[in-house]
C-alpha cells in the first residue's frame, strides 16, 4: 500500500467523521428542572460513549464511533451552559411555561400537554415546546379564551 494511498484513506475518514455542529435554537434556552436532568444525564451518556470510543485500538473506526459522541459533547454542554430552569407556574390562572394545558380544537378533540423546553419537548410524550407556533398562542391566555393557531381555533379547558 502506498504512501499516498493510505493518506487519501486517512484523509476520507476524517472527513467521514467531522459531524456538522447540531444547531442551537435562537433565543434563550428556558428548562424545567426536569429537563435541566435530562440533559445533565444525555450528557454523561455522552461522555460514556465518547470514552469507550476513544478506546478502540483502530484509528478509523475510533473517528468513526467517536463523531456522534463528541458532537453532541458539544451541543449538550453548550446547552447546559446557557440552561435557564424556570421554576413551575405560581398559579394556574394563566398558561405560562411550565404549565399543565388542555384545550379542545375545532373538531372536539382534546389535548393535554406541558409546555416545556425546546431540549425536552415530545408532542408524543405530551410535552409542547414553548417556542412552539402553539405554545406562543397560548401563553398568557386563560381557561375559557381561544387561541387563533393560522385558520384553526383551539379553547383552552383547563390548566394545571
Given amino acids: 500500500m502506498s504512501v499516498a494511498f493510505t493518506k487519501e484513506d486517512s484523509a476520507e475518514t476524517a472527513a467521514e467523521t467531522m459531524l456538522p455542529e447540531k444547531p442551537i435554537p435562537p433565543g434563550p434556552n428556558l428548562v424545567t428542572a426536569v429537563g435541566l436532568a435530562q440533559l445533565e444525564r444525555q450528557l454523561a451518556e455522552a461522555t460514556a460513549a465518547y470514552e469507550t470510543a476513544l ?3 483502530d484509528i478509523n473506526e475510533r473517528r468513526r464511533q ?3 459522541p463528541y458532537r453532541d459533547l458539544r451541543y449538550l454542554t453548550e446547552r447546559l451552559r ?5 421554576p413551575p407556574p405560581e398559579s394556574n390562572d394563566l398558561v405560562a411555561f411550565g404549565s399543565r394545558i388542555t384545550i379542545e380544537r375545532d373538531d372536539g378533540r382534546t389535548q393535554t400537554f406541558t409546555i416545556v423546553g425546546e431540549d425536552e419537548a ?3 410524550a405530551g410535552t ?4 412552539s407556533p402553539l405554545a406562543r398562542a ?23
Fill in 55 to 57: 478506546a478502540i485500538e
Fill in 66 to 68: 467517536a463523531a456522534n
Fill in 82 to 86: 446557557t440552561a435557564q430552569v424556570v
Fill in 122 to 124: 415530545d408532542p408524543k
Fill in 128 to 131: 409542547l415546546s414553548f417556542a
Fill in 138 to 160: 397560548l401563553i398568557g391566555k386563560g381557561v375559557g379564551d381561544v387561541a387563533v393557531l393560522g385558520e384553526a381555533e383551539v379553547e383552552i379547558v383547563g390548566i394545571g
